[in-house]
């Protein structure tokens, strides 16, 4: 998928709404334990009841990996489901990957042919060519981690130079002068809302992926106020608040609602910029 | 696995060899790949070949999940593999994980647990809460990405702050404060043998795991003269330089040779200490 047509997508469904799918088996409906692959069941009905509100879907990797060759057959299911009945969504791999650069492109294989993804999310610390294997894939993204929206984010994220330059400002910068740096996206947590006027002023076109909405306690309305740009540009993702919203049968109807929640407010950001 | 136990092993031995294991299916002999899984063939064979010269093997996991679900089979075989013919090796899982607490343990559990490795490599990039969830596992290691080898790995690592404090300085200083900080480890490349004193004064004790020396150009006698501690401390690694020594039927032979090679001037540096 290439920038237009995500931004196309956001457009039609007035949502920049991403839902991440951290597949816990002790968090699922019981009921779902039944199905002959608990976790691919779960992540389709979760798709199936959401898909209109929608426009990215996020597996994080470890919730699969932690359930060793069957976690990783239901993400292949996961993947190969969303790719198939609804080629129109943006699909991302939080992989959280990084090596140097005759690994990542294996990573990068890995994610962008063998299973498909759209994008991975790829940690910065080894740098330019740990993260350019990644960037060659035409039609591709990569999602470079910036400023998390966890507790130890801060214990290097914001660490200054002699000039007052912090290392997330630094990431952003450098990242800029690699090769096919219009294929980055960057990881900004819901929880650093006075950070993206600064943010902003450095990448303005490209897209930002923000968790830390809800369960962590972050605001839609701080982010979207300097995180939006003329194309959007931002992707905003809940998990837990929405895959977890019921543990009852009624799961996915109650997705459903958390999820029309948030694009209903999305909507009326939309209109009223 | 413990430190004593791993200590025990280098004395034995006399080697303090770590072998890389980066599997590419385009580069092992062609007459594997009629074996029903090339991959396992591979290693097995490598692995019966040096398993008495090398104190560690390293599996890439890059190279096995560009392989999707037929190379998460041919790791599992693999660890299982060594786990039960040669339970005193030292298994790493070279895998550069790392995420919000909650993810991190799913990794953690996917290695340590899943997949019974001793240890797994992770990126310090997002800090504290990213790390510990792997601390928290008795005899378990968990390897901070520090200095990395690669050229990238000047991007970041070595800015500094206005105190003239390097990034992998904080790291390092950081991470001896967190929980079970005496079950980290550090990946320090051997492109970097300038660096070891200064690490050495910050990290005594941790072990350091040196990946560079042979078709990276790092040097074991200037790694050794800074890195070596009293209970030696270093794991060197070595992938392609030993695994793809032939690409003919005589590879594991040669492989055998090259393994040699490192750990006689291992012994011979250790005799002198």
């Not at 950070?195 to 306690?217: C, D, E, S, T």
Request: with cysteine; proline share 3%.
């Amino acid at each position: 998928m290439n920038r237009e047509q995500l931004i196309e997508q956001i457009k039609i469904k007035k949502s920049f709404l991403c839902i991440g799918l951290d597949v816990d088996l002790e968090k699922i409906p019981q009921h779902l334990l039944n199905f002959n692959d608990p976790i691919f069941e779960f992540n389709k009905q979760i798709i199936d009841a959401t898909h209109h509100l929608a426009v990215a879907y996020k597996p994080n990797i470890a919730f699969f990996e932690a359930y060793g060759i069957k976690g990783w057959q239901a993400l292949k299911k996961t993947i190969d489901y969303i790719n198939k009945k609804y080629p129109e969504i943006f699909t991302i791999a939080d992989a959280k990957r990084g090596d140097i650069g005759n690994t990542s492109t294996r990573y990068a294989k890995a994610f962008f042919e063998d299973l498909n993804f759209d994008s991975v999310t790829v940690a910065p610390y080894m740098g330019s060519d740990s993260v350019e294997p990644f960037l060659a894939f035409a039609d591709k993204f990569t999602i470079l981690l910036t400023l998390t929206s966890n507790k130890g984010g801060l214990d290097f994220q914001v660490l200054k130079d002699k000039n007052g330059t912090t290392l997330y400002e630094k990431v952003l910068q450098e990242s800029q002068t690699w090769k096919n740096s219009e294929r980055l996206m960057y990881v900004v947590g819901a929880t650093r809302p006075e950070y993206f006027q600064k943010i902003r002023k450095i990448v303005p076109n490209n897209f930002l992926l923000v968790p830390g909405v809800g369960a962590q306690g972050g605001s839609l309305q701080e982010v979207c106020k300097f995180g939006l740009n003329d194309e959007i540009g931002l992707l905003i993702n809940s998990s837990r608040g929405i895959i977890y919203a019921s543990s009852g049968n009624n799961f996915a109807q109650k997705a459903t609602e958390k999820a029309l929640n948030l694009q209903q407010e999305m909507e009326e950001i939309l209109s009223s910029q």
